[in-house]
């Protein structure tokens, strides 16, 4: 399964008629519905605003709309090509103005799969790797034996908070859990709990 790394864009004009196709990295199904609004008040012009979704570890999480199409024959496409090329976390919006030709049902499903197509050949794209979110918390001198001890493990996204203790929160890849945790029991001697949860 692969994650997209960043928007892209591509157009294509059938018979007139612009597919202005657009991918976004998107964690959840709220995000995406949140980034399709904005598509939606940018494009406000336009005669159509398509899209198709997956999200989660498996792809499990998917959804799509013709918007105003004949059914079946702009958002099923699009999920299909995007199906096809086993992605998740990804919305793909295709924004149609019209051209004044009507394309019929066959025309319509080849447009909206082919602009798919074009914006997904520009897409830039990595493996998924599945994270778990984790936190502690730990005294000053412990925060930066620990901080030394974890630096060559697989970890993102990390922040420190400094109160009168440190919390400490990141994202790790799923293999560096276990070393994670002996690391900073170990040299806490106990003392510091680390706390998981899925990302």
Wanted: proline share 3%; charged share 20%; net charge neutral.
């Amino acid at each position: 399964m692969n994650t997209l790394l960043s928007y892209a864009q591509a157009e294509i004009i059938v018979k007139k008629s612009r597919f202005i196709a657009e991918v976004f990295p998107v964690q959840n199904q709220s995000e995406s519905r949140e980034l399709l609004k904005n598509q939606k008040n940018a494009h406000k012009d336009a005669s159509h605003v398509v899209h198709a979704f997956f999200c989660g570890a498996q792809a499990q999480i998917s959804g799509m709309s013709d918007d105003g199409e004949p059914s079946g024959t702009a958002g099923r496409p699009v999920l299909d090509v995007l199906k096809g090329r086993s992605v998740t976390n990804i919305l793909l919006t295709i924004t149609r103005y019209f051209g004044g030709t009507l394309l019929g049902t066959g025309g319509l499903v080849k447009a909206y799969g082919d602009a798919a197509k074009a914006v997904l050949e520009k897409a830039v794209f990595e493996p998924l790797v599945e994270r778990t979110a984790f936190s502690y918390i730990a005294d000053y001198e412990l925060h930066e034996l620990i901080k030394r001890q974890i630096s060559d493990l697989p970890v993102a996204s990390l922040k420190e908070d400094f109160t009168s203790r440190v919390t400490v929160s990141g994202l790790i890849e799923s293999p560096g859990i276990d070393i994670l945790v002996t690391r900073i029991t170990n040299l806490s001697h106990g003392k510091v709990h680390v706390d998981f949860s899925k990302h």
